[in-house]
Nanobody
Framework: QVQLAESGGGSVRAGGSLRLSCVAS????????MAWFRQATRKEREAVAAITPGGTDTYYADSVKGRFTISRDEGKYALYLEMNDLKPDDTAIYYC???????????????????WGQGTQVNVSS
C-alpha cells in the first residue's frame, strides 16, 4: 500500500509563503489522483487542491485560488503545494491524500481519498 509523508510546514507571517511536499513510497502513485486537504482546530477537514495523473488538470478550493499552486513530480513520486500570500485563516494541519482511479473514479476535490499522510502544521500569524 502506498504511504505518504508530508513536510514543509512551519510558521510564517501573513503575506508570507511556504512550500509543502509529499513523497509517496511507491511509483504507482503516479497513476493516482492526489490532493491536499487541511483541517483547522475545531473545523472539518476541507479539500484545498487536487491534481490528476500527469498533472493534466488541477482543482482548487475558492478560498485558495490565485494563491496556492498544486503540482507533482513523477520522477520523485512527489506532490507539492506552493502557498503564497498566506492568511491567518490558512492556519491548519495540511494532509496529502491519494486514490487510485481504477474503476472509473473521477479525480477532483470531491474524490473519496483512501490514503493519507500524517500531516504537517502550518501556522500563519497576523
Amino acid at each position: 500500500q502506498v504511504q505518504l509523508a508530508e513536510s514543509g510546514g512551519g510558521s510564517v507571517r501573513a503575506g508570507g509563503s511556504l512550500r509543502l511536499s509529499c513523497v509517496a513510497s511507491q511509483w504507482t502513485v503516479n497513476r493516482y489522483c492526489m490532493a491536499w486537504f487541511r483541517q483547522a482546530t475545531r473545523k472539518e477537514r476541507e479539500a484545498v487542491a487536487a491534481i490528476t495523473p500527469g498533472g493534466t488538470d488541477t482543482y482548487y478550493a475558492d478560498s485558495v485560488k490565485g494563491r496556492f499552486t498544486i503540482s507533482r513530480d513523477e520522477g520523485k513520486y512527489a506532490l507539492y503545494l506552493e502557498m503564497n500570500d498566506l492568511k491567518p485563516d490558512d492556519t491548519a494541519i495540511y494532509y496529502c491524500a491519494t486514490r487510485s482511479l481504477f474503476g472509473g473514479v473521477q479525480c477532483g476535490l470531491m474524490t473519496e481519498f483512501n490514503r493519507w499522510g500524517q500531516g504537517t502544521q502550518v501556522n500563519v500569524s497576523s
